[in-house]
């Protein structure tokens, strides 16, 4: 069956997540139209096609989990000189996007693997593209905010063409603006209480 490249992620709402793709691409950032704009809980990670239907399973039970948050962009930031990177900062979510990504990747669930680097919720805006372009984009999403609620994420897909396509959205289970609880166990059945 092969394998696929998969990603989960927060999606940026409309208006903000069009108006962001658009200045990515106007920095020249040739990827900008085949990523949606979004906060990352899993970077592309490359699996055995047959284990989809677990790894929706493993994601509906991490989203069932889960509640929703409020989530605050503003301004921006970057990676330079570590990664050639130009984001717009979260400022208000990220804690609650750390707990969530952790879940996503949990050592006994089937997207479990290392980061290769220290996870950090952000909203690329520029990647790879010319330092001046870099510079541009940084100074002119200084003043860029947004807000929402977070209410659930989704799962993309790759395809051959380098375009990531929605699969299918996962909404939190709990109530609004609750903190996320501990993390679940989603493979072994509670211990018991002493």
Do not use: K
């Amino acid at each position: 069956m092969g394998t696929v490249t998969l990603g989960v992620s927060i999606a940026v709402p409309e208006p903000y997540g069009s108006l962001l793709q658009q200045r990515r691409a106007g920095f020249g950032d040739s990827a900008a139209h085949g990523i949606p704009t979004h906060v990352t809980l899993l970077p592309p990670t490359e699996v055995d096609a047959a284990r989809r239907p677990e790894i929706e399973e493993h994601l509906a039970a991490v989203a069932a989990a889960g509640r929703a948050f409020p989530m605050r962009l503003s301004g921006t930031d970057t990676f330079r000189p570590l990664s050639p990177v130009v984001f717009v900062r979260v400022v208000e979510g990220s804690s609650a996007c750390g707990r969530l990504q952790e879940w996503v990747r949990a050592e006994d669930g089937p997207l479990a693997r290392e980061l290769r680097f220290p996870y950090h919720p952000h909203v690329t805006v520029a990647h790879g593209i010319a330092e001046e372009a870099m510079d541009r984009a940084y100074a002119e999403l200084a003043d860029f905010e947004a807000a929402w609620t977070a209410t659930g994420f989704a799962l993309y897909e790759q395809g051959e063409d380098c375009v990531w396509r929605l699969q299918r959205e996962f909404s939190f289970g709990g109530a609004a603006h609750l903190p996320l609880p501990p993390q679940p166990n989603f493979s072994r059945p509670p211990a018991p209480s002493l």
